[in-house]
């Protein structure tokens, strides 16, 4: 619209003064779409694992430092302070941690909720809540809000693991508590592997969890995961997602972090998905396999260890481009938040059969 020059030094004069034109903003307040403000982007597992290896020399963990772990950042996040809020997509913040043989990540809590994925490397342990896991490739665990967790390696080698956080979130609402436990690891009040075992019948509860609580199973192991997701893929995929399973709370079928939903999918060989777009955004970890997703029309090609985001109202599409090998994403995802406050939308592409034109190749950073 074109305002007439008595009616734009108007507007200034009301900025001046910390007031605004709702005439001249309504627009940007209410969009007819949500104009997510990070874009579609990958980071390769090459960059990450450089600079990861960089830190490692550089910094030893547990004296005076908490974590050994390089966040994404999202080139259109960027511009929020401090740190891009840490946002790989408006709510959600991703990592890598590396604990080298020995270290110990010290014992601390805050209302942010966590969740982890073990990417690679044997021999790590984790304390949450007062329960001790064993961390080994593929497994998926839990820490919700204001739960104690401290992280040790008592093998010998480094162990790599995803941390998903709903920092940006927590940012925006301005409620982030952190306290430090008095020790480096907090004190056990169950036995080892207490709700792994509790759980490890699959489909059946104790019957003292019929009352809902917050995370009656902390630990999702990888061979159970594996096994949900061969007996999926014995029927037909599901055409944007392949073979998708969620992880749940047992207690009460929801999500198994509340604030964060995750997923492990598997694209079949040669599997080429259509594209939807949905409300919820999402962090992809590629833990097997290569191939490319398109997201707003650009080709991101990923393989092993890389991870890409997709902001909200995004149109994406996933393709296993192998003939003989499965592809495996896991990712993580707002949904739970969507879902809460009633601002869950999908829709399908319908255009060109549902498959998105190719207008660009990404040239990630290496
Ligand atoms: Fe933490
Ligand atoms: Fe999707």
Redesign the pocket.
């Known amino acids: 619209m074109n305002f007439s020059k008595e009616l734009q030094q108007f507007h200034e004069r009301l900025e001046e003064q910390n007031l605004g034109p709702l005439w001249a903003s309504i627009h940007d307040l209410n969009t007819i779409e949500p104009k997510a403000k990070p874009i579609p982007y990958l980071w390769k597992r090459e960059l990450i694992e450089r600079n990861l290896e960089e830190a490692e020399h550089l910094l030893e963990v547990g004296n005076g430092l908490d974590r050994r772990a390089l966040f994404l950042i999202n080139p259109g996040m960027k511009d929020l302070k401090p740190v891009g809020w840490g946002g790989a997509t408006q709510t959600l913040y991703a990592a890598v941690q590396a604990v080298r043989p020995g270290e110990v990540a010290p014992a601390h809590r805050h209302t942010t909720t966590a969740v982890r994925f073990v990417m690679k490397g044997q021999g790590a342990y984790g304390r949450v809540n007062g329960e001790k896991f064993a961390f080994e490739p593929g497994d998926y665990l839990i820490t919700p809000t204001w739960t104690w967790h401290d992280h040790t390696n008592l093998g010998n080698e480094t162990v790599y693991w995803m941390d998903c956080l709903d920092s940006p979130f927590t940012m925006y609402l301005n409620v982030c508590f952190t306290e430090f436990y008095p020790e480096k690891q907090q004190k056990l009040l169950v036995p080892d592997d207490y709700s792994t075992k509790r759980y490890q019948g699959g489909m059946i509860r104790p019957i003292s969890d019929r009352e809902p609580s917050i995370a009656p199973l902390g630990r999702y192991k990888w061979d159970f995961t594996k096994k949900g997701i061969e007996g999926l893929s014995q029927f037909a995929p599901d055409p944007?997602?392949g073979f998708a399973m969620e992880y749940i709370n047992p207690s009460n079928g929801k999500d198994a972090n509340d604030r964060i939903g995750a997923r492990m999918q598997m694209l079949p060989p040669k599997f080429s998905g259509k594209a939807?777009r949905?409300v919820h955004s999402?962090v992809y970890h590629v833990y097997k396999g290569s191939g490319y997703t398109i997201m707003n029309g650009v080709r991101f090609d990923w393989s092993e260890g890389d991870f890409f985001a997709?902001p909200a109202w995004t149109w994406?599409e996933h393709v296993n481009v192998s003939a003989a090998d499965e592809a495996w994403l896991f990712s993580t995802n707002d949904l739970p938040i969507m879902e809460a406050f009633g601002f869950e939308r999908v829709e399908a592409y319908e255009e060109n059969g549902g498959y998105q034109p190719i207008k660009e190749i990404f040239q990630p950073l290496i």
Request: avoid cysteine; glycine fraction near 0%.
């Open positions: 944007y997602d939807h949905h999402n997709l994406h």
